[in-house]
């Protein structure tokens, strides 16, 4: 196995797997079928009386078949105790001289009994397959009194050391699946995410929304102000993108009928890496004909408020702060604050941005670490949202939905039906623990409006943000089909997840984070 060699585990795992297949003892078998995983087990029989280690080998106890990892193995003269984990965690079992079988051994002149040969040719990690009756021992700890093993899969490389386990951050992220045999919690995490996404899923269906799937290649990208992946279709010799975005694709739907949809899939963006932030991330994208932003308000606290029910039995959630080594509790009980951008800036940071000058909240901005060459092109509207994001958006802790915010923000969303005059447009964000945890507006659904703000996009691009948005004449010509009257949101899921799993980084809550390639070799020890 190339890259192993110099690796003395793996020499000496290696000569006992050729051992292994010289007693015709398959190293990777197939076919085994457990009854329970550890946690069903201990759930059901663990609170009952079901007999010793005597009346399990008469086999008068319940009969069991379980399967996993070999974690822990002690051997106490006929007898040799273990721990095996799966899925849902560990469970002792016990193998006996006399009464131990193991699968298609058969006595041989070196391994005289089969628990000799476990002693000698099992290491810890493999995998393997038991079947026995369950006791409890004298300690009271629930056993499987193991009658035939079966090896299912012989490992060839040392799990991590067992008393400091897998510590190494970025290690852990570059090798999930040590990550995940040695830290349970992380089992945890993964688990929950999964849970949470059933929940969505079954959060929109209650509403009569469709799931769909749409494309992730594209010939031109939209939908958010992001720099793209570009790769090449080799077949019509022609440059594609990774979408950066699901809306422009979920808007054709609406076009075309489909009145309430929904998708969760893989975006990409050609952006920094850090806590938040990763290239390829998993994104919900919900739209609903008819509804307005006030209404996707409406779902997304609830949609947070049933996840928090269903996780923690309680809408009243502890963080840890590491920054200040604290504890905070959210509460995401319906309904949340709800409050303007300039209303935030007003509360929070005690300033009128209607009676200040471009100037003023330019000085105001650098003053607070902002640099020129970023306030350089920004028009009114954007330093208002300047000043948000510096000045107000890491007070605000408890659940916030800041509001109308101004248009120079997303060429995406529709003018306010009131204050459109004043640049102002239907748009919110959902804030808890000073960061963004959902975006949504009442869609822009006027074909000449969005074709005039797609062009703006392009002005800006010529200037050089290489995250606005290209021209889009296939959008304008399904805008101009006509849309219905929209609501529009979305989700980071991972973000999500974060914050329900009170985890601190985005590498935490993605099975294979990105990192940065290894200029060496890696010793794998």
């Known amino acids: 196995m190339k890259g192993f060699e110099h690796i003395e585990e793996h020499q000496i ?15 990777y078998a197939v076919g085994f079928q457990p009854t329970h995983d550890s946690k069903e087990l201990i759930s059901k029989y663990d609170p009952i009386k079901i007999g010793d280690s005597k009346e399990a080998e008469e086999g008068t106890t319940p009969f069991v078949a379980v399967a996993g990892r070999l974690m822990l193995f002690r051997a106490m003269g006929k007898n040799a105790f273990a721990h095996i984990q799966d899925k849902s965690g560990r469970i002792q079992i016990m193998f006996n001289k006399d009464s131990t079988a193991v699968t298609s051994f058969t006595q041989d002149d070196e ?9 000698k040719l099992i290491d810890l990690g493999d995998i393997i397959g038991v079947e026995g009756h369950l006791f409890h021992t004298k300690k009271g700890e ?7 093993m079966t090896l299912l899969s012989k490992s060839l490389l040392p799990l991590p050391d067992k008393h400091s386990g897998l510590s190494d ?30 929940l969505i899923r079954h959060h929109f269906e209650e509403l009569n929304f469709t799931e769909v799937e749409t494309p992730v290649l594209g010939s031109i990208y939209g939908g958010a102000e992001a720099r793209p992946f570009t790769t090449q279709l080799h077949a019509l010799n022609q ?17 075309g009928g489909m009145d309430r949809i929904f998708e969760i899939g893989k975006v990409f963006r050609n952006e920094g890496l850090d806590r938040t932030h990763n290239p390829e991330f998993t994104l919900l994208e919900a739209y609903a004909a008819y509804w307005d932003y006030n209404d996707m308000m409406h779902l997304t606290e609830t949609l947070y408020e049933k996840i928090a029910l269903t996780l923690h039995e309680t809408t009243q959630i502890s963080f840890f702060q590491p920054e200040t080594q604290t504890n905070i509790v959210v509460d995401f009980k319906t309904p949340w604050k709800r409050i303007s951008m300039k209303e935030s800036i007003l509360h929070y940071a005690n300033l009128d941005c209607d009676k200040l000058s471009d100037e003023e909240m330019r000085k105001i901005l650098l003053q607070h670490g902002m640099e020129e060459k970023e306030l350089s092109n920004s028009t009114r509207g954007l330093l208002i949202a300047h000043l948000f994001e510096t000045l107000v958006e890491h007070q605000l802790i408890q659940p916030h939905f800041i509001t109308d915010y101004p248009i120079e923000t997303t060429p995406l969303c529709r003018p306010h039906r009131t204050l459109g005059t004043e640049g102002i447009i239907e748009r919110f964000e959902g804030f808890v623990l000073g960061g963004e945890i959902c975006n949504a507006y009442t869609e822009l659904n006027d074909p000449v409006l969005q074709q005039k703000l797609l062009e703006d996009q392009v002005e800006r691009r010529l200037k050089g943000d290489e995250e606005a948005s290209p021209y889009d004449e296939e959008f304008i010509e399904a805008l101009a089909q006509g849309m219905p009257p929209t609501g529009g949101l979305g989700i980071g899921i991972d973000r999500l997840v974060m914050l329900f799993t009170n985890t601190h980084s985005i590498r935490d809550v993605i099975f294979f984070p990105w990192m940065k390639p290894k200029t060496h070799v890696e010793n794998v020890e």
């Open 239 to 255: 440059e594609m993108f990774l979408r950066i975005s699901l809306e422009i694709s979920l808007k054709k739907l609406l076009v």
């Open 169 to 198: 951050k970025e290690m852990r992220y570059r090798k999930r699946w040590l990550d995940l045999i040695s830290n349970s919690e992380v089992q945890k995490t993964f688990s929950d995410r999964s849970r949470i996404l059933k």
């Open 13 to 27: 795992r290696s000569e006992k797997l050729d051992k292994l297949i010289a007693l015709e003892i398959d190293p």
């Open 111 to 119: 391994f005289s009994t089969p628990l000799k040969l476990i002693e």
């Open 142 to 148: 629930l056993t499987v009194f193991v009658k035939k």
